[in-house]
């Protein structure tokens, strides 16, 4: 047994409670070793007290948030939840469509139609996604660029349940999800690129209201969000509403094509023979004439 140990004998100060002079584990043989552990500590106190550099958020791009959204009138966004995504996609030469990876996961009877709200996170982080609810205005699609990672959902069914309650319009998220059975149970629209169990971190950095890409499109903040189950396109403020005039005659024009042809069935190829010949396509063999089936006869 060890006897009570003198003042200066006392295992190093900072590895063990203050008032303890007695821990029979110190012998004398483990001094040495005492005194290279309470060497270590101190270097360790004195020289790594802050994170290192790189670990620091720097405060501008990619760690700053933005207030100022600018939205157009809702009565004039919502003129074009009365179009599929893709005859918007055709009239903006199929350039303004996301990828077809980020889809509907909440049920094909959702739609979405709304000014964007920008968010830009670090893959797997969804701190700016938190904030972004308290930036939110109703009826704002939430457009988070998690540049399609793979490991980390950045929403759950908690994130979402608030959003709702906020009036947020649905989520667009170019990454994944989580709890998707609950979050299908708010009825509430999240269009993403899958699921996993992995939750998110919460540290940063990221930003909220400035240009992002989503699926392939440049966002910006208040662009015009529209999504169904055929996809997602993304309406630039600037060409809104000159677009808004097209599709009213392109609908028009539209119903009255694929009216005469369910009515009649008569239509004429004649543009791809075109096409085919201005690209010097080969037709080799007899051409066999093409009977109608309305005139076909029986058979």
């Known amino acids: 047994m060890h006897g009570a140990r003198s003042s200066t004998s006392r295992w190093p100060i900072g590895l063990v409670p203050q008032g303890v002079t007695h821990m029979p584990w110190a012998s004398a043989t483990h001094a040495f070793h005492g005194r290279q552990v309470a060497a270590v500590t101190r270097w360790r106190n004195q020289n790594m007290a802050q994170k290192p550099r790189s670990a620091e958020m720097h405060p501008g791009p990619g760690f700053r948030v933005s207030l100022d959204i600018p939205r157009l009138p809702a009565s004039f966004v919502q003129l074009f939840a009365e179009f599929a995504t893709p005859d918007i996609s055709d009239l903006l030469n199929r350039l303004y469509a996301v990828d077809s990876g980020i889809r509907c996961l909440t049920g094909g009877h959702h739609r979405l139609c709304g000014p964007a709200l920008t968010v830009k996170v670090f893959p797997g982080d969804n701190l700016m996604v938190h904030k972004s609810l308290d930036v939110a205005q109703p009826g704002d699609v939430v457009v988070v660029d998690g540049r399609a990672s793979t490991m980390n959902a950045l929403i759950g069914d908690i994130i979402s349940t608030k959003a709702k309650h906020r009036g947020i319009a649905g989520f667009i998220i170019d990454g994944l999800v989580r709890d998707l ?43 015009i969000v529209v999504a169904d189950a055929a996809g997602v396109v993304i309406v630039p403020q600037d060409i809104a509403h000159e677009l808004l ?55």
């Open 181 to 223: 059975p609950s979050i299908r149970e708010l009825d509430f629209p999240i269009f993403a690129r899958g699921t996993t169990s992995i939750g998110p971190l919460h540290r940063g950095p990221g930003e909220i209201g400035y240009p992002i890409c989503c699926g392939g499109v440049v966002v910006n903040p208040g662009n």
């Open 245 to 299: 005039h097209r599709l009213n005659a392109y609908r028009a024009a539209n119903a009255d094509y694929l009216a005469d042809l369910k009515r009649e069935g008569k239509f004429s190829n004649a543009w791809v023979d075109d096409l085919l010949e201005a690209g010097g396509c080969p037709i080799e063999g007899t051409a066999v004439p093409v009977v109608a089936v309305a005139d076909a006869g029986p058979q």
